[in-house]
């Protein structure tokens, strides 16, 4: 089943959080991860909300995001995302049979 991950950051080192960008996209993509969005400035609709950017990837499996999560080359790359955001990581299931 589809897993998504959601995260909602704020950034208070540009410069660290710019080193994980660059470094994302080949470790996400290693582990058949995919990035659906990823926005600085999302529009809020309804509520309050207190980070600077939202990002949303999905994977094949909640397995498949584990190992993602926990490889060795994103455990490196995380440090600097670690280091220069505060924020939230959420994983939920997606729905059966939707895609």
């Keep these: 089943m589809t ?4 995260a909602q950051i704020s950034i208070h080192d540009r410069q660290g959080y710019d080193r994980y960008v660059a470094a994302f996209m080949p ?16 529009q809020v609709v309804e509520g309050t909300w207190s980070y ?4 949303l990837m999905s994977f094949d499996s909640r397995e498949s995001f584990e190992r993602w999560a ?13 280091a220069a955001t505060d ?3 959420l994983v939920a299931d997606g729905v059966p049979g939707s895609r």
């Design 52 to 55: 600077d950017k939202v990002i």
């Design 3 to 6: 897993v998504y991950a959601l």
């Design 70 to 82: 926990n490889s060795p080359e994103y455990r490196e790359i995380s440090r600097d995302r670690v």
């Design 27 to 42: 470790v996400l993509a290693k582990y058949h991860g995919r990035l659906l969005a990823a926005d600085e400035r999302p």
């Design 87 to 89: 924020g939230v990581v």
